[in-house]
């Protein structure tokens, strides 16, 4: 039995902060974003989230309310959870498992 203990990992976090592309089925809005992200260490998901930045758009299409969207950078696209505006009307985006950009190599 090999009672070696691993050592911990420290948490990789990577971004993106930039212009996006949001799609919708019937809308498509360019707005900045900034996007975080990192593994959960327990079950392996890639987790990342972020805002959008305040957009006349896309509050007028959401209008508060969460919808699903593609998320278009340059370096990738992925499906994700857009809604929950903060108080300054940015609004949220959550994705899981591969982001819309690059990850740094953790080695």
Not at 12 to 39: K, M, N, Q, S
Not at 50 to 62: M, V
Request: proline letters at 7%.
């Amino acid at each position: 039995m090999n009672n070696q203990v691993d050592e911990p990992t420290p948490d990789i976090e990577d971004g993106y902060r930039g212009i996006a592309t949001i799609e919708f089925d019937c809308l498509t809005i360019d707005v900045e974003v900034t996007l975080h992200g990192h593994p959960q260490p327990i079950d392996g998901i890639y987790r990342w989230y972020g805002r959008a930045a305040k957009d006349a758009r896309l509050s007028e299409h959401l209008s508060g309310r969460k919808a699903t969207a593609t998320i278009h950078t340059a370096d990738g696209s992925a499906q994700a959870a857009v809604g929950e505006p903060d108080v300054w009307d940015r609004y949220r985006i959550i994705g899981r498992n591969h982001p819309p950009y690059r990850l740094t190599d953790p080695t």
